[in-house]
Structure formats: C-alpha cells, structure tokens
C-alpha cells in the first residue's frame, strides 16, 4: 500500500545576516507592568540589533536606576551590562567607551534618572559627543518610586491623586542639541515603524545618538490630565517625517522621491532617509530643529522623528585619540613604562 502519511511543513528559520534568530537577541522575561512602555521599547531594541545584524558580545548595556533603567535586563542577553548608580550611568558609559572603543554602547536611562539627578552627567555627556546611543524612556513620572512627578512633566499634568503639577519641563531633545548631542531624536513606545527606524540609523551613527521615547507608566501617569498617556501622544503627535533606514551592508535600493525626502549619510556608510511633512525641514539644520520642538510645545504637541544629526563630528574616544586595541588586552609593555624609562625620569628631575 502506497504511504499516505505527508511530512509536516516545517517554516524556514528567520535569520539575520550573522545567521542568528531574534531569540538570540532577547533578555530575561520582563518584571515590568504589562503594557508599561518600557517593554515595547525593549521589544523594538531586539529587533533592530536583530535587523541590524549586530554581534551581541561586542555590545555593552548600562544603565541607572529607574523601572527604564531595569530595561537592559530584558534584551540582548549574550551582551556585557552594568547597571550604575541613579544617574551616575553616563560617567560609567564613557569611561567604558574610552577603555575600549570596539564596543557598541547602549545606555537606558529614565526621565528622573536623567532630568533630575542625573542632569550634571547628562549635561557632560552630549558635550563630549561620547559614542553612545542613550535612550530616555519618558514616561513623565519616577515610576519606581510610585508615580511621583519628574522634571519631564508638563505645567498642569497630574497625579492620580489630583496634584497639579506647576513647574515648567526640561525638553531633553532642546538640551541634548544645544548641548553638542550629533543624533537627536523622539519617539513613542507605540509607534513600532518610526521608533525601530530610528533605532537602526543610532546603531549606524557615530557619536552621541540621544533618544527620548515617550513611554506611559499605565499604572501612575496613564489617566486623563497626564500628557504623557497614550490617549494624550497619540492625539498629539506631529510626526516630522516618514523615515526610511538603509543599513551599509545592504544595496541601497530605497525608493524616494526628490525634493520630498532628506538623505543623510552616517558614520558608518549608513544612509538614513526622513520624508519630509514640511518640505523645509532639513535634520541638519540646528536652529530650525530647535524651532520646531518649541512651536510645537507651544502648541502641546510633540514633534517626533529624528530632529537633527551631525553625522560629521569627531566622537570623544577619536578626539582623544584612544589607542584602537582594548585596554584591558593590552600588553603591560605597552601601558607602563619600562624600568629604564622610568630610572630616566627620576635621573633628570634630581
Ligand atoms: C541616590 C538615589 N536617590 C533616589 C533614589 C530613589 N529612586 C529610585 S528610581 C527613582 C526615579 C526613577 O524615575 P525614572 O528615572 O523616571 O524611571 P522610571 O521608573 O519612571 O522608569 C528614584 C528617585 C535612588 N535609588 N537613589
Ligand atoms: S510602575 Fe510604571 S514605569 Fe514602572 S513598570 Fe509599571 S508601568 Fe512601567
Ligand atoms: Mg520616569
């Protein structure tokens, strides 16, 4: 008799350039809120380091202190990570940028982590240009210490409890470009397409590539009269651009029409394409950035999408012109002087 039996289809494993499936990308389960922002956020790092075909043991993760800052523990789990002091992360991020410059970095860090303890280390950080993609998850409120207003909560935003908030923002996109930041971008943990877009062009940039995403805390700082709920950045989110990413490994095959779209060239060969609603708008152009994001918050609004790129600066490891080879792996010959070298020095200072 004939064998009718037929073999089950078995789907072809996805991977990525590096021959690796998403898996291999992926952290620890979650312990945040289901629904929290941070988590989406989480979810797009995966996929576009995925995309990107980056090599996990290369990378670093840091972070502060904040349930943003517990993020790293939840992607990229083959990758190095250290989890600093609150807002004590972008000093740790440089100094371990600087000791090896073969290491991609990622730094997560919280509206508090960054906007109140952290602003003097923050503040530092853009100016040196340190190659590092930061990430703030901006929820407006410290989630982990239960919901209490942050310096990113907008005048009249509230507390579950009816507390009016009456201080005026910190704009962390105004700070980071006036500040000397190369890559300034905003986002929100909804909005899968422009947040992985933006991801994969701050992996292919060369500097500081500072990201704010608009995150909603669901459990303190998601109910109406928070500006930073979902209901509220879904209704109030200019998008500045359509933004299309073309990694340098691939054929640049990107169809665009002239005039209507910006092409910017990253570091790395990267290109990175923003469709332009405005046909003035150009990210290379630093006070027009600066208008946009205070027009905007005038009008309650956010404008997302990548505000503005400098793709040319030297970063801070090339400007301290750091040796190439890690620190940590070279030889003692090459970081102490010799004996004689020294027994010189001491000799002419007799
Ligand atoms: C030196 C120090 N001060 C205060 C705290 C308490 N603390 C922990 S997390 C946090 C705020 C976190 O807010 P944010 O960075 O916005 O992160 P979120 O939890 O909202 O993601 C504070 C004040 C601490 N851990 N260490
Ligand atoms: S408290 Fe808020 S920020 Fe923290 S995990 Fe829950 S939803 Fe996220
Ligand atoms: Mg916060």
């Given at each position: 008799m004939a064998d009718t039996t037929t073999v089950p289809q078995v789907p072809p494993r996805k991977v990525n350039r590096l021959g690796l499936e998403t898996s291999t990308y992926r952290g620890g389960k979650t312990t945040l809120c289901a629904g929290c922002g941070h988590n989406a956020i989480s979810e797009r790092i995966v996929e576009a380091f995925w995309e990107m075909g980056v090599d996990g043991s290369r990378v670093i993760k840091l972070s502060g202190i904040g349930c943003s800052s517990k993020?790293?523990?939840?992607?990229?789990?083959n990758s190095h990570g250290f989890n600093a002091v609150h807002g004590r992360m972008p000093s740790v991020a440089t100094g371990a940028v600087l000791a090896n410059k073969t290491l991609l970095a990622i730094g997560v860090s919280g509206d508090g982590d960054t906007?109140?303890?952290?602003i003097g280390q923050f503040v530092h950080l853009m100016r040196r240009n340190v190659p590092l993609i930061y990430i703030i998850e901006d929820n407006g409120c410290y989630g982990l210490t239960k919901g209490q207003f942050s310096p990113t909560a907008d005048v009249g935003s509230t507390l579950k409890n009816g507390i009016v908030n009456d201080l005026p923002p910190l704009d962390t996109c105004v700070l980071a470009i006036e500040l000397g930041a190369t890559f300034v971008a905003r986002s929100f943990s909804g909005d899968k397409k422009q947040l992985s877009a933006i991801l994969k062009a701050a992996v292919g940039h060369r500097g500081t590539a500072m990201i704010d995403v608009l995150s909603p805390c669901v459990t303190f700082n998601d109910h109406e009269g928070s500006t930073k709920s979902y209901a509220y950045v879904k209704q109030h989110d200019d998008v500045l651009g359509e933004i299309s990413f073309v990694p340098f490994?691939?054929?640049?095959?990107v169809e665009y029409e002239p005039g209507t779209t910006k092409e910017v060239v990253l570091h790395d060969g990267s290109r990175l394409y923003l469709k332009k609603?405005?046909?003035?708008?150009?990210?290379?152009d630093k006070l027009q950035a600066l208008r946009v994001l205070h027009e905007t918050a005038r009008r309650g609004e956010y404008a997302t999408g990548?505000?503005?790129?400098?793709?040319d600066r030297d970063d801070f490891a090339t400007l301290l012109n750091?040796?190439?080879?890690p620190l940590a792996t070279l030889p003692l010959d090459k970081v102490r002087p010799s004996k004689g070298a020294l027994d010189e020095i001491i000799e002419s200072l007799r």
């Amino acid at each position: 008799m004939a064998d009718t039996t037929t073999v089950p289809q078995v789907p072809p494993r996805k991977v990525n350039r590096l021959g690796l499936e998403t898996s291999t990308y992926r952290g620890g389960k979650t312990t945040l809120c289901a629904g929290c922002g941070h988590n989406a956020i989480s979810e797009r790092i995966v996929e576009a380091f995925w995309e990107m075909g980056v090599d996990g043991s290369r990378v670093i993760k840091l972070s502060g202190i904040g349930c943003s800052s517990k993020s790293p523990a939840y992607f990229l789990g083959n990758s190095h990570g250290f989890n600093a002091v609150h807002g004590r992360m972008p000093s740790v991020a440089t100094g371990a940028v600087l000791a090896n410059k073969t290491l991609l970095a990622i730094g997560v860090s919280g509206d508090g982590d960054t906007g109140a303890i952290g602003i003097g280390q923050f503040v530092h950080l853009m100016r040196r240009n340190v190659p590092l993609i930061y990430i703030i998850e901006d929820n407006g409120c410290y989630g982990l210490t239960k919901g209490q207003f942050s310096p990113t909560a907008d005048v009249g935003s509230t507390l579950k409890n009816g507390i009016v908030n009456d201080l005026p923002p910190l704009d962390t996109c105004v700070l980071a470009i006036e500040l000397g930041a190369t890559f300034v971008a905003r986002s929100f943990s909804g909005d899968k397409k422009q947040l992985s877009a933006i991801l994969k062009a701050a992996v292919g940039h060369r500097g500081t590539a500072m990201i704010d995403v608009l995150s909603p805390c669901v459990t303190f700082n998601d109910h109406e009269g928070s500006t930073k709920s979902y209901a509220y950045v879904k209704q109030h989110d200019d998008v500045l651009g359509e933004i299309s990413f073309v990694p340098f490994f691939d054929d640049i095959t990107v169809e665009y029409e002239p005039g209507t779209t910006k092409e910017v060239v990253l570091h790395d060969g990267s290109r990175l394409y923003l469709k332009k609603l405005d046909a003035e708008y150009d990210p290379t152009d630093k006070l027009q950035a600066l208008r946009v994001l205070h027009e905007t918050a005038r009008r309650g609004e956010y404008a997302t999408g990548v505000l503005y790129v400098e793709p040319d600066r030297d970063d801070f490891a090339t400007l301290l012109n750091t040796v190439d080879e890690p620190l940590a792996t070279l030889p003692l010959d090459k970081v102490r002087p010799s004996k004689g070298a020294l027994d010189e020095i001491i000799e002419s200072l007799r």
